[in-house]
């Protein structure tokens, strides 16, 4: 009964390296989103997919990339980090219900230093 | 666009006490809301929803929010809280059409002491 899994938990990175956070749902759900959340900020919705090989840009895409190659995972890049990158990554997932997020991963903490 | 204001950062109070929780939000359009629950460490949990009819809604472990539309409000109630009740709850609010991004408030620590 995994839900919404989310990898790497924690990760520390230094400044123009590269990454990528994998999410995997195990429920069909079609929709899957990826925000970050910061201290005073709520969340912020920075990529999500309606659907297996698609994806749309949030509120903050700049300096993220995503790809849904398959339905159940949902993967974010950072291409060349940077300190304002440093935030806790949510990845959530909803059947087609017009947009809210039902099921959220356990987030990963990344700093970039 | 919508936005959502949640004025108290943090609410401290005493188990079994009475809680609210405000939240107003901003619109043009008509709107669903929502509340999400964020226990430490954990991510989000949908802890109630507003889409239509009754403008009380409850969840199943005693929270109720009501949708006031002329003060465009959806404060969260609870009469009597617990310590686990301690977390971070989230107000947010999308347009009630097709497909529409969800937009969050900033949160409202809610600590509960014995």
């Known amino acids: 009964n995994a839900g919404v899994t989310q990898t790497p938990k924690f990760r520390v990175l230094k400044t123009g390296q590269s990454m990528t956070l994998l999410c995997a749902q195990d429920?069909?759900?079609?929709?899957m989103y990826w925000y970050r959340q910061d201290p005073g900020m709520g969340l912020r919705l920075i990529h999500y997919?309606?659907?297996?090989?698609?994806?749309a840009k949030g509120e903050v895409p700049d300096g993220y990339n995503v790809s849904r190659l398959k339905k159940q995972n949902f993967l974010l890049g950072l291409e060349s980090a940077a300190p304002s990158q440093t935030s806790v990554y949510f990845c959530?997932?909803?059947?087609?219900?017009?947009?809210?997020?039902?099921?959220f991963g356990d987030g990963t903490r990344l700093s970039i230093l | 666009a919508q936005s959502v204001t949640q004025l108290d950062s943090q609410v401290p109070v005493f188990e079994e006490a009475p809680v609210e929780l405000r939240c107003n939000y901003s619109?043009?359009?008509?709107?669903?809301l929502f509340w999400y629950v964020q226990y430490p460490n954990q991510g989000l949990q949908l802890l109630l929803k507003?889409?239509?009819?009754?403008?009380l809604v409850e969840s199943i472990n005693g929270f109720e929010a009501e949708f006031n539309k002329s003060q465009t409000s959806f404060h969260l109630r609870k009469p009597s809280v617990h310590i686990s009740d301690t977390a971070e709850y989230f107000c947010?609010?999308?347009?009630?059409?097709?497909?529409?991004?969800?937009?969050f408030g900033t949160g409202t620590r809610l600590l509960v002491s014995p």
């Open positions: 959530a997932s909803s059947f087609r219900q017009g947009g809210q997020p039902q099921h």
């Open positions: 429920m069909n759900h079609e929709y």
């Open positions: 997919s309606v659907g297996e090989g698609t994806t």
């Open positions: 619109s043009s359009v008509s709107v669903y």
């Open positions: 507003y889409l239509s009819g009754s403008t």
């Open positions: 947010a609010v999308r347009p009630n059409t097709g497909f529409q991004k969800l937009v």
